[in-house]
């Protein structure tokens, strides 16, 4: 008869002499299974059951008395939830899913269990139909649906969607907590046996907790140089060094040294060490790292492993490049970094600023920073003629691009302090340093703010980080394999306390080594909210007024809502959205209005925490999305493309928040309708020609941006949120496109209003107006120009304004 005894399929450590054994289904009432670890020298002692918390840690439920089953969310860390805030529900099969929004009677409450705070549903089994197999998630009362662990033993994964499963096999006693003889050392393979089971034993959160303060990468001081990693599962670390990279086949190799014993439970016995004694700065190095050879997290003492601190490298691939911070320096500091509500922002990538940009250059410094300084220098700069205060670069982070021609968006991330090598004129010389901080300078001198785009949700090819530690430094499933949310195959387990140390160490250098203002975050919701939080209070100790804007979505979730309780913006991707339609008149004039006042509430609980964009480097461009023309080819565009453009412009300008444009959107860049332009430098450079043949409409941009600078535009530029009657809106009639509004209709911001108007629809629009609009009104714009220049005639408010087919138009009253 075949063996009916539950089966072991997973077991890890909770701390380094505890774990916990997980088999496929409650062990019964009988004697505790037995366990052993295959490996000698070490007991298991005192099985028992792992108790309601862990149960509901790893499961989300548990059953406890006889006729009682708890759905628990712990709060504790990577919990995006704040119960003072916001209501959670459980919502399932059994209850209809989004039906449970709202309802009481799947309400979780706050609760304490073994001493943990969690939120708690308890009732009977019976209300969700066990025991059935259910699927089941918690979700906000803003319908905000909690994301899974990726990690999560009972997740259901069904395409991009996972949920968890209730399972009335599993309850509880499937989960056993054990003991061990003494600690173990984690570079070890531990093996957990049950009969003829045998599972390998991996760490859990205890692990990603251990962190140390020392101070890593190569230090150099005047007679000696400390090279230091931490690698807290290797059982090895050898550094190899060089002063003349064509002799890297002959370099010295060192062992490093744990700084405390294996076992030992602080993070510095996960640190390596050796101290030369001499100063090194100029020297090539880089890591050989040996541990466990087999299974999903297993080690490879062959490969060479770019130091996650090296502050420059000759390529992707490394070697790394000793410097002397004191050669490094400090960055421009005499820039005074804008407010964030009075931001305009350009994202731009380097090599598409400088590929054709009409200044004498070399094709190597065409290809990186020295050649966009001199373009930055130039009195014909775009970006400054354009009138953009703040310019927010693609990655210039060390990333995959095979070869130095090879062109790259830059969004697979191999070293986070290094500048990029190809950008460099001599990268082996780390020419990059210097480069970069004269580039950060130019555009400070030219009155604009630096922001990077920074990647610090996965990494590039080859992974250095990957081959350090796979299991501390990488999400995975159950089984060991890599989460894939971001799409790129190797999410950073933001979570683990060194990899959140990596990200604030790397954006406090580029602050301090480059004079960065600030920084835009690349899939920013795969780090969590509780990263982010971190990243922003030690950001601020550095730079108090430092910039920080979110990407807040990815494949696993959106975050936007939460951080609205923060200090971080965030890209405004339902504002992207809803005016590509609006424009082309499938958009109601209801909807606008939100957006106008700045996304409040839900999305930005100030104005400058949204950023308002309808184009940037992903999928087409703007005039590719709204194109009349076939294929989303946009490169020769219709007037009704060029006037739908302008007023885009006019909104996008007139909106609470901080207003972004492409680099190109204002004269209508087309990539031809190719939608992913990753590797296209031929399609993403821009055609400064092209500029000069469509000049009416980047002036008729830069006039708006000159506008919303001004004087008059601080009426758009608010910190906090004004008052509900500050605006005051009309429309043409229910449901709509055609609308006009009244800023400081209430006259809280002194005796000048603004009056805009839009309309989108093909045809000419009346929009009635109320008494509130009566008074003379001088005309500043159209949806062609801006009159400022030509002493327009006052106008006296009628019963309806009249718009002309895309019209769009912009008064005063004083």
């Known amino acids: 008869m075949a063996d009916s005894s539950p089966r072991l399929v997973r077991a890890w450590l909770d701390s380094l002499s505890t774990g916990v054994a997980e088999f496929d289904r409650d062990w019964g009432p009988a004697a505790a299974p037995g366990l052993k670890l295959a490996e000698g020298g070490v007991e298991v002692v005192a099985p028992a059951p792992a108790g309601a918390c862990a149960v509901g840690r790893e499961f989300g439920y548990f059953l406890g008395a006889p006729g009682e089953l708890s759905f628990i969310l712990p709060l504790e860390a990577g919990c995006a939830v704040d119960p003072a805030r916001e209501r959670v529900y459980l919502a399932g099969d059994f209850n209809g899913w989004q039906q449970a929004v709202g309802n009481p009677a799947w309400l979780l409450e706050p609760a304490e269990l073994e001493g943990t705070p969690v939120l708690r549903w308890t009732g009977d089994p019976a209300r969700v139909y066990w025991p059935t197999l259910q699927r089941f998630k918690f979700v906000t009362d803003e319908h905000l649906w909690l994301g899974l662990p990726d990690d999560a033993p009972n997740a259901a994964r069904e395409g991009g969607n996972a949920n968890r499963l209730l399972d009335a096999t599993r309850t509880g006693r499937h989960l056993w907590r054990f003991g061990l003889g003494r600690a173990v050392d984690l570079a070890e393979r531990w093996t957990l046996v049950s009969g003829a089971d045998r599972v390998q034993l991996i760490p859990e959160d205890f692990f990603y907790d251990l962190r140390t303060d020392l101070p890593l990468g190569a230090l150099t001081a005047a007679e000696d140089t400390v090279f230091r ?47 030369l004694d001499q100063n090194m700065a100029g020297w090539y190095y880089w890591y050989l790292i040996d541990g466990v050879r087999d299974g999903s997290r297993r080690f490879d003492p062959a490969v060479r492993v770019l130091d996650p601190y090296a502050l420059a490298t000759v390529d992707r691939g490394g070697p790394g490049i000793v410097l002397d911070r004191g050669w490094i320096g400090a960055g421009d500091r005499a820039f005074a970094t804008p407010d964030w509500q009075d931001l305009v922002i350009a994202e731009a990538h380097v090599r598409d600023l400088t590929a054709n940009a009409p200044v004498p250059a070399t094709p190597e410094e065409r290809r990186g920073f020295t050649g966009l300084r001199r373009w930055v220098e130039s009195p014909d700069f775009y970006l400054h003629r354009l009138g953009v205060n703040c310019v927010e670069l693609q990655p210039v982070q060390e990333f995959d691009n095979a070869t130095p021609e090879e062109y790259h968006w830059g969004y697979m991330t191999n070293n986070f302090f290094a500048p990029e090598s190809s950008y460099a004129l001599a990268p082996a010389e780390a020419s990059g340093v210097r480069e970069l901080q004269a580039l950060v300078a130019a555009f400070h001198r030219r009155g604009m703010a630096v922001l990077l785009d920074v990647v610090y949700n996965h990494v590039g090819l080859p992974a250095h980080l990957l081959q350090i530690d796979r299991l501390y430094y990488f999400e995975q499933d159950a089984a ?76 696993r979730g959106h975050i936007a809502g939460v951080l609205r309780d923060t200090g971080w913006a965030s890209w405004n991707d339902g504002y992207r959205d809803f005016l590509r339609e609006y424009v082309v008149g499938r958009g109601p004039a209801e909807r606008l209005e939100y957006y106008l006042r700045g996304s409040p509430w839900y999305y930005a609980k100030w104005p400058a925490q949204t950023v308002n964009y309808v184009e940037s480097h992903d999928d087409r461009t703007w005039i590719d999305v709204i194109t009349e023309n076939p294929d989303h080819n946009g490169f020769v565009p219709t007037e009704n493309d060029r006037r739908r453009t302008h007023l885009m412009a006019a909104v996008l300008f007139m909106s609470l928040g901080i207003p972004m444009v492409a680099a190109g959107q204002d004269f209508l860049r087309s990539k031809q309708g190719v939608n992913n332009t990753y590797q296209r430098g031929d399609l ?66 002194g005796p000048v209003r603004l009056l805009f108007a839009v309309n989108p629809t093909i045809a000419p629009a009346s929009i009635p107006l109320g008494r509130s609009a009566a008074g003379s009104w001088r005309q500043l714009a159209d949806q062609e120009r801006f009159l400022s220049g030509k002493a327009p005639k006052a106008w006296k408010a009628a019963a309806a304004l009249a718009l002309p087919a895309l019209g769009c138009g912009l008064w005063v009253g004083e």
């Open 684 to 749: 993403n450079a821009l055609d400064y020609h092209l500029l000069e043949h469509r000049r009416g409409s980047h002036e008729y941009f830069a006039a708006w941006i000159a506008f919303r600078r001004g004087e008059r535009g601080r009426l758009l530029r608010h910190f906090t949120r004004p008052g509900e009657r500050f605006f005051e809106f009309f429309t043409a009639a229910a449901g709509a496109g055609p609308l006009a509004v009244i800023y400081n209709a209430d006259g809280s911001a």
């Open 229 to 275: 990693l931490f690698a807290p599962r290797a059982r090895s670390v050898t550094l190899c060094v060089c002063a003349d990279l064509a002799a890297q086949d002959a370099a010295h190799r060192f062992p490093l040294a744990r700084r405390t014993a294996a076992g030992d439970a602080s993070g510095d016995a996960a640190v390596w060490e050796v101290i």
């Open 480 to 555: 060991g394999e890599l989460a894939n949310w971001s799409g790129c195959g190797n999410d950073l387990r933001a979570r683990a306390a060194m990899a959140r140390r990596l990200i604030i160490d790397s954006c406090t250098h580029l602050i301090e080594a480059y004079g960065v203002d600030g920084f835009r975050f690349d899939l920013a919701e795969l780090l969590g909210v509780e990263a982010l939080r971190e990243i922003e209070r030690a950001l601020k100790q550095v730079k108090p007024d430092v910039i920080l804007i979110a990407e807040p979505w990815s494949f």
